[in-house]
């Protein structure tokens, strides 16, 4: 849906006139739907779209959380044939604080590459913590972006983060 507001300028009106058929049919279906959609400029996201009936529930993922990261290591970890139960997911997930799912997912691949220049070893959970601190994270790059977000979804969005249990 992302060029609607140039719509008319660069085609013709091709998008506009396919958001308003989207709309319709978010409108008049009749059989039961559940729709997802993502957004990451939500002041992007036409009005109309908001209204019940249409986009009902909005959610709003906040950084992922310790809980969160260890899960997602796990998941990572598994994808790139790796034994989880072989890394401390406690400590990455301790030292990944600000980190997205994407970042530490590039910080598994970027361990795997220094894993190979070395004679291609297996990698340990301190080459995954030394990649983590070789970037910095969106959180730490662009803070204001990330807490611009969080001020915005109070109060409009479900939060959808697993409540952290201390």
């Not at 997205?100 to 598994?108: F, H, P, Q, S, V």
């Not at 190979?116 to 070789?134: E, G, K, P, Y």
């Not at 910095?136 to 109070?154: F, K």
Request: proline residues 5%; neutral net charge; contains cysteine.
């Amino acid at each position: 849906l992302s060029g609607h507001q140039s719509s008319g300028r660069s085609d013709s009106g091709t998008t506009n006139r396919v958001i308003a058929t989207f709309l319709t049919w978010l409108q008049e279906k009749t059989a039961p739907v559940f729709f997802v959609c993502t957004a990451n400029q939500h002041d992007q996201i036409p009005p109309e779209f908001m209204r019940a009936g249409r986009f009902d529930e909005v959610f709003f993922v906040d950084l992922p959380t310790f809980t969160e990261r260890k899960s997602i290591m796990e998941k990572l970890l598994n994808r790139k044939k790796r034994n989880p139960k072989d890394f401390s997911l406690s400590e990455i997930a301790a030292r990944s604080e600000g980190y997205t799912g994407a970042e530490l997912e590039k910080a598994i691949d970027n361990a795997l590459l220094v894993g190979f220049h070395d004679n291609r070893r297996s990698i340990t959970t301190a080459d995954i913590v030394n990649a983590l601190s070789n970037f910095r994270p969106l959180s730490v790059l662009r803070p204001e972006a990330i807490e611009t977000m969080r001020v915005w979804a109070e109060g409009r969005c479900l939060k959808a983060n697993t409540p952290e249990i201390v």
